[in-house]
């Protein structure tokens, strides 16, 4: 019923850029807390940022001044700004999002993006 679509992953060479986007879709009745995790290779998935529904952001102090997380409420969409990239920043990047939606009753559940690429390499 909800799909988390994520797009925006690629290779980048260090010091550069890149922007993910992650849409959500499906029987939507609010959307709540939004993150982006990572996970490289043989190791844990990471919480990146996050950014609640007034707009309130946290970051891992590993990211903190280099990536941005924002949000469009009306098309129920987060965004991950990645700014001085570095070869450690290499890992697949997933989005999740606290969705509420109505089957007769309002029901909270944490969804899952597909994962998007990030590499990190001259």
């Known amino acids: 019923q909800v799909q988390l679509v994520e797009s925006g992953g690629g290779l980048v060479q260090p010091g550069g850029s890149l922007r993910l986007s992650c849409s959500v879709s499906?029987?939507?009745?609010?959307?709540?807390?939004m993150r982006w995790y990572r996970q490289a290779p043989e190791k844990q998935r990471d919480l990146v940022a996050r950014?609640?529904?007034?707009?309130?952001?946290n970051y891992d102090e590993s990211v903190e001044g280099r990536f941005t997380i924002s949000r469009d409420n009306a098309e129920n969409t987060v965004y991950l700004q990645m700014n001085s990239l570095k070869p450690e920043d290499t890992a697949v990047y997933y989005c999740?999002?606290?969705?509420?939606?109505?089957?007769?009753?309002?029901?909270?559940?944490?969804?899952w993006g597909q994962g998007a690429q990030v590499t990190v390499s001259s």
């Open positions: 999740s999002a606290d969705v509420a939606v109505n089957t007769g009753s309002i029901s909270l559940s944490n969804y």
């Open positions: 499906g029987n939507i009745f609010g959307v709540y807390d």
């Open positions: 950014i609640d529904k007034g707009g309130r952001t």
